[in-house]
């Protein structure tokens, strides 16, 4: 649940804490100190322009890009720990990409019980009951023998959020889970990401929608130049920000 005034939570309530963040390749410094902190059942909105850090943030919270340096707490697990068996802690962390990453050659189906099976040893039978109930919940049961190819855009990303939930993770990252699809078929993969942060799944999206962050949001953070700017409920980092940068940003994506 959403601590409202932060100090004082109880221990465990915290399912993600980055601090202090950084991420250079070569000279360019990407992340320069970033802290993000997400309590348990959450749902964190991530804004700022192209080029700011949102996809190497997100990365580097289950190392797909290695952090330069900080601290990495999931669930009150050290991932930074030399000892951690990183590819079984990544589990905990569900990640969905803008462009779906599924496999052409597979049906929704086969996309949601891959993982299963490879990642969680699952038998077939008991890979394919759970990804069925998995494409159930973002309302595709029907679809379960369709290829990519076949399904729209939403249905495809869907697909995507399937396809982590079925790993059962703690939290989801969303890496601009809409931006790849027509406008009529972002209403249906935000209805779902809505009806997740209803069942309690703490998600972390970068993402301008601003009118659904504006109402399912807990919280935003404005990045820019690899650092947090700003961060408040949606309605203020867009209607009343405190900083010049963020009121100039909030601005463009308005328009
Ligand atoms: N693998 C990489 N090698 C070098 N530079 C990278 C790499 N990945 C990202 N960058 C750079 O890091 C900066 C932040 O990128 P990114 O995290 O993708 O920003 P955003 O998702 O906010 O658009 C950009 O300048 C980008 O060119
Ligand atoms: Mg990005």
Redesign the pocket.
């Known amino acids: 649940m959403l601590n409202p005034d932060g100090a004082g939570a109880p221990a465990g309530s915290r399912l993600l804490e980055a601090r202090g963040i950084r991420k250079s390749?070569?000279a360019?410094e990407?992340l320069r100190g970033v802290d993000l902190v997400v309590e348990r059942g959450e749902l964190v909105f991530l804004i700022?322009?192209?080029?700011?850090?949102?996809?190497?943030?997100l990365?580097c919270c289950n190392r797909l890009?290695e952090p330069s340096a900080g601290t990495l707490l999931v669930d009150g697990v050290d991932l930074m720990s030399p000892r951690i068996d990183i590819n079984r802690a990544r589990r905990q962390i569900g990640m969905v990409f803008q462009g779906f990453n599924l496999y052409p050659h597979l049906d929704a189906l086969g996309n949601v019980t891959l993982a299963l099976r490879k990642v969680l040893r699952l038998s077939r039978r008991d890979a394919e009951a759970r990804a069925m109930e998995t494409l159930a919940l973002v309302h595709l049961q029907d679809k379960a023998r369709s290829y990519p190819g076949q399904l729209s855009g939403g249905q495809q990303q869907r697909v995507g959020i399937a396809r982590a939930l079925a790993l059962e993770p703690k939290i989801i990252l969303m890496?601009?889970p809409t931006s790849a699809l027509d406008p009529e078929l972002v209403g249906s993969v935000l209805g779902v990401i809505r009806e997740l942060r209803e069942r309690g799944m703490t998600m972390v999206i970068?993402s301008h929608e601003m009118g659904f962050a504006r109402s399912a949001a807990d919280r935003v953070l404005f990045?820019e130049g690899?650092v947090i700017v700003e961060q408040g409920t949606a309605e203020q980092v867009f209607t009343s920000a405190r900083e010049a940068r963020t009121r100039q940003f909030v601005q463009q994506i308005m328009h």
């Open positions: 390749y070569a360019l990407v700022g322009p192209s080029g700011s850090g949102k996809s190497t943030l990365r890009e890496d601009e970068a990045l690899g």
